[in-house]
């Protein structure tokens, strides 16, 4: 069955060192999306990409970046890791056959999450 | 941009039935998301609107009010398992039509 995994599920790092979140559908979906949760926020854009080789940033991008180099994944780098980027990190996929498609096409599908704490 | 607002907590009792509120103020409208996220889970989808109206697909209906930017979310005969967060999510008709998630509305079933 097609999925969408997350690894690490859980992550402890040190302030400044660099993280790699890493995300893998298997459902050939153009669409992907790197979320943050955090109480009191809800769901927050961090990156965004429609495609291979395109990426997007969303509301909450400063010190994170992504790169879309085949269909399958999209990893998400904290180039130097903050306490303040202590959160639960969910990646989500979407068909994303471009603009004017219905609605339902555009249903995202979440990854299980990664939990990381900042020490 | 868009602003969601979902009241933050919501209790039931068991088997009665719960309506969940979502109003919306955004420049652009392409359809209202309704998903269910058990705590220390991911999100996972209900229900999609874009056309005004009621959607029913089981225990679970939405509806929707373009003119009042409103939706609501009715869960029927409440089952423990329905304990859960509830987020509201607006598609924007922007670019590629971004989707922008509520906080969510707790919801606690009790017996």
């Known amino acids: 069955d097609a999925e969408i995994t997350q690894s690490p599920r859980h992550k402890i790092t040190e302030t400044g060192r660099q993280v790699t979140l890493a995300c893998h559908q298997t459902?050939?979906?153009?669409?992907m999306f790197w979320y943050r949760q955090d109480l009191g926020h809800g769901l927050r854009l961090i990156h965004y990409s429609y495609g291979v080789q395109d990426t997007n940033k969303g509301e909450v991008s400063d010190g994170y970046s992504v790169s879309r180099s085949n269909t399958e994944d999209l990893p998400l780098t904290l180039e130097s890791a903050a306490s303040s980027q202590t959160s639960v990190y969910f990646c989500a996929s979407s068909e994303g056959l471009g603009p004017g498609t219905s609605g339902s096409q555009e249903t995202q599908y979440f990854g299980p999450g990664t939990r990381l704490l900042v020490l | 941009g868009q602003n969601i607002d979902q009241p933050t907590e919501m209790t039931a009792t068991e088997g009665a039935i719960v309506q969940i509120n979502c109003t919306y103020q955004?420049?652009?409208?392409?359809?209202l998301f309704w998903y269910q996220q058990h705590a220390g889970e991911a999100p996972t989808f209900l229900s999609y609107n874009v056309l005004d109206g009621l959607e029913e697909k089981g225990r679970f209906s939405s509806f929707l009010s373009r003119s009042k930017g409103y939706s609501y979310l009715l869960l029927k005969e409440l089952q423990m398992k329905d304990s859960a967060s509830y987020l509201c999510?607006?598609?924007?008709?922007?670019?590629?039509?971004?989707?922008?998630f509520g906080t969510g509305t707790k919801l606690q079933v009790i017996p």
């Open positions: 999510a607006v598609r924007d008709t922007g670019g590629y039509q971004k989707v922008t």
């Open positions: 459902w050939n979906h153009n669409n």
């Open positions: 955004t420049s652009g409208f392409n359809g």
